[in-house]
Each structure stands twice: as C-alpha cells, then as structure tokens.
T-cell receptor, first 111, second 114 residues
Framework: KQEVTQIPAALSVPEGENLVLNCSFTDSAIYNLQWFRQDPGKGLTSLLLIQSSQREQTSGRLNASLDKSSGRSTLYIAASQPGDSATYLCAVYSGTYKYIFGTGTRLKVLA | SAVISQKPSRDICQRGTSLTIQCQVDSQVTMMFWYRQQPGQSLTLIATANQGSEATYESGFVIDKFPISRPNLTFSTLTVSNMSPEDSSIYLC???????????FGSGTRLTVV
C-alpha cells in the first residue's frame, strides 16, 4: 500500500531564503508525482507535475525533482516571499485513477 | 488544464440537514473525484464519480451518507446527508482527463455543522 510522507510538517523561514520541502513514497512504481499549494480553507492549486520518466520540472522560482528509485521528491523554492506562505502537498499517482496525498508541509515566510 | 468551479465556497448547516455541493468543469473530463479534508489533515478520497454509472466509494464512505451524481462529462454533485458536527470539513472535487495528465481541483467547500 502506497504511503506518502512529507518532512518537515511545518517550516518558518525569513523572507529571501531558499528552501527545500521533502516528499517520500514507499512504492516506487508510480506514473507521476504532483506538487500542490493550498491556502487556508481553500482548494488546491497545481504547481508542478513530474512524470515518472522525468527527473525534474521547473516553473519560475519553483523546481521539483524526482528520484523514483529512492522514493523521493523535493520541491525547491528560491528566494522565498511572504506570498509563498501556504501548505504544500505532494501527491503520487500509481494508477487506478487514485492520487495518494502526503501529509503536507505548512510553510510560513516571515517579512 | 481544466478549470473547475465549485460551489458553495462555504456554508454553516444545522445538524440533521443535507448539503449539496456542485462542481462544474469547463471541459469534458473522464474522471471526477470527491475528497474530504478534515481540520489539520491531508486529503481523503471519498469516491470516484463516473459518468453514466454509480460512483465508486472508498472504504469508510457509503452512498447513503454521500450520494453522488455525475449526469454528464462536465458536472458532478456531492450531497452530505444527515449532517453531524463530525462532517465539518473542507470538501473538494477534482478532475482528470487521465492520470498521466495530473489532476485539477476546485476551490473547495468549507462546511461547518452546528
């Protein structure tokens, strides 16, 4: 059974710092992995989608990497801003149309 | 990617009543999904909504409590029936044209049952 874990659970950093969020999954047989952002009480916004054949994806200040064999993905945020404050979720797709979500990392960027 | 309009965005409901949540997608999608997110928790899949057939429910969720409709390829509803305070959560719908293309989410419905 696929399990997805995110570390750290919460993170507080000063503005301008580069930071790394981690996502681990137990079954490496995945089709893709998706990173989402969730603002308090809101829905999910897709940030990056990495297919199993890819190593990384980039969008602006965000870079996500995938190491399927070790069951890990990282989301790198460069030059963090207060507007980046949110909960970040990773989700793994292993087929049968189901996404398994991680536990989330709650990020706070201090001005 | 598809854009999903979900409503209502929030509601406060009395115990024992029902609430129907609607999701409209701006394009035809193969699969739609309904999730629940309890306070401080991650997302839990309630059911997969298939057009033209019964929804497929995950363990711990039943049709009598969470009836779902999927009348066409762009629309779905979830009803939370006979509500209790334990149903207070964020409910989210999601859509995909196929798992390889990732998933899009609605803006969520924040439900409080008093």
């Amino acid at each position: 059974k696929q399990e997805v874990t995110q570390i750290p659970a919460a993170l507080s950093v000063p503005e301008g710092e580069n930071l790394v969020l981690n996502c681990s999954f137990t079954d490496s047989a995945i089709y893709n992995l998706q990173w989402f952002r969730q603002d308090p009480g809101k829905g999910l916004t897709s940030l990056l989608l990495i297919q199993s054949s890819q190593r990384e994806q980039t969008s602006g200040r965000l870079n996500a990497s995938l190491d399927k064999s070790s069951g890990r993905s990282t989301l790198y945020i460069a030059a963090s801003q207060p507007g980046d404050s949110a909960t970040y979720l990773c989700a793994v797709y292993s087929g049968t149309y189901k996404y398994i979500f991680g536990t989330g990392t709650r990020l706070k960027v201090l001005a | 990617s598809a854009v999903i309009s979900q409503k209502p965005s929030r509601d406060i409901c009395q115990r024992g009543t029902s609430l129907t949540i609607q999701c409209q997608v701006d394009s035809q999608v193969t699969m739609m999904f309904w999730y629940r997110q309890q306070p401080g928790q991650s997302l839990t899949l309630i059911a997969t909504a298939n057009q033209g057939s019964e929804a497929t429910y995950e363990s711990g969720f039943v049709i009598d409590k969470f009836p779902i409709s999927r009348p066409n390829l762009t629309f779905s509803t979830l009803t939370v029936s006979n509500m209790s305070p334990e149903d207070s959560s964020i409910y989210l719908c999601s859509a995909s044209t196929g798992g390889d293309y990732g998933y899009t989410f609605g803006s969520g419905t924040r439900l409080t049952v008093v």
